[in-house]
């Protein structure tokens, strides 16, 4: 069996450092104790979620690994930690903290963690120093940014530069969905997760099409969450459109297809099934690992999953290990 790696996984800190800033009601977010080897995440004085030591405890990552049989993790943090919507003095001061204590981890464990870091992406040029940081200093691969930031799709074209920077770095960039579109469209207890993020997701790969951003950045590495969501279903309507509608076709040299299948996504959607249609709608090369390791949404057992799939021994190596390294920027794919 391959060496397999894990490319979405997401860190907390057992501790957050206490607010020092000059703003008034600030969404700063703390830690509190929980049950057992349980804390809570506090914001704004309400618990937002509660997490397992998972999340800090690098020799709890490592025991966990071992029954899912995944070799390596690749850590970002927890996406409402991105704090976008904080001033930028305070979202700096606290992005710094969480990319010091994902080196911190891997420095533990070198030989099985990677690090995707965050950056304030609420100032592009900011979030082009830290990134510069991360990847220059730290050594991470690259970075993890949200599927919108504070309502204004990553596909805008002020977050050009951003993504023109993480090109010439050789970055890689790691999209998740947060705070998604539509919540107020859905009703019962789990629509964010289960409804939203799907179409959030979507929303962010297919602006980064629709808007000419992969286009215009070729060499850019770029990963999905969650399978990049409804992307999948879509594609032959983008493609539809781009072949019917005459303004569409002006707007892109080649078929939304084919920036769609330079994309990477993991194979976080469940069911072997609906793995197959991933790899039919983007390409065997493209598919990545992913279990949202320690989250209640995650996948306990993502290489059983992808084994079901029934996939022959040189594809299922590509989705466990050679993929998220070429995603990744590391030798050996």
Known sequence: MSVCLDIHTHIVP???????????????????????????????????????????????????????????????????????????????????????????????????????????????????????????????????????????????????????????????????????????RIVGAFSEQAVCFPGDIALAAASLITGGIAARHPRLRIAFSHGGGALAILLPRLVHAWNRISAAKASLPESPAVYARRFFYDALVFEPQAIRFLVASFGGSQIVLGSDYPFNMGEDDPLGTLERADFDAALFDAITRANALRFLGIGGG
């Open 14 to 184: 057992e501790r957050l450092p206490p607010y020092a800033g000059t703003g008034k009601d600030v969404a700063w977010p703390s830690m509190a104790d929980a049950h057992a080897c349980h804390k809570h995440v506090m914001i704004s004085g309400k618990t937002y979620r509660t997490v397992s030591d998972g999340c800090w405890s690098v020799p709890r990552r490592i025991e966990d690994m071992g029954a899912m049989r995944i070799a390596r993790q690749v850590l970002s943090p927890m996406p409402e930690l991105l704090s976008y919507w904080l001033p930028l003095d305070d979202a700096q001061v606290l992005i710094r903290y969480l990319n010091h204590q994902i080196a911190e981890m891997i420095a533990r464990a070198p030989e099985r963690f990677i690090g995707l870091g965050a950056v304030p992406l609420q100032d592009v040029d900011s979030a082009i120093r830290e990134l510069e940081h991360v990847v220059g200093n730290l050594r991470f691969a690259g970075v993890e940014i949200a599927s919108h930031v504070n309502g204004v799709s990553i596909g805008d074209v002020r977050f050009e530069p951003f993504f023109a920077a993480a090109e010439r770095l050789g970055a890689a960039v790691f999209v998740h969905a947060l705070r998604p579109a539509g919540q107020e």
